[in-house]
């Protein structure tokens, strides 16, 4: 199991950088330790807000839902702050996997409600 620490970057830009199991976002909306994703396998991972300041919000429908801790897939959207990505962009994993998985979402909490594999 892999864990990865996301935190805000030096450089500005909105760029997207990895070293060895840090991600840097370089967005000032991005707080210095923003979050962690633990890679669970089999293509899920669980992303966990470290109380930022601006917060992380996933994509459901149209709008956007506050998360503190919540599972998510590659192809998943997310916001940090006012930085808008998928999951798989910040792993930089190249092999999203969309539409292998549905999730569906508590729209008041988004906690997991039902997950379908396909």
Request: aromatic content about 6%.
């Amino acid at each position: 199991m892999t864990t990865y620490i996301v935190r805000r970057g030096r450089d500005g830009g909105g760029a997207i950088r990895r070293e060895n199991d840090e991600i840097f976002i370089d967005d000032e909306t991005v707080s210095g330790v923003h979050g962690r994703i633990v890679d669970c396998g089999g293509g899920r991972y669980e992303f966990s807000d470290k109380n930022s300041t601006n917060g992380t919000f996933i994509r459901e429908g149209r709008g956007w839902v506050r998360i503190r801790t919540v599972e998510l897939t590659e192809s998943d959207e997310i916001k940090l702050g006012t930085f808008v990505t998928r999951l798989g962009d910040l792993l930089g994993s190249g092999n999203m996997r969309s539409g292998r998985v549905k999730i569906s979402r508590n729209p008041e909490t988004g906690e997991i409600v039902e997950k379908k594999w396909r």
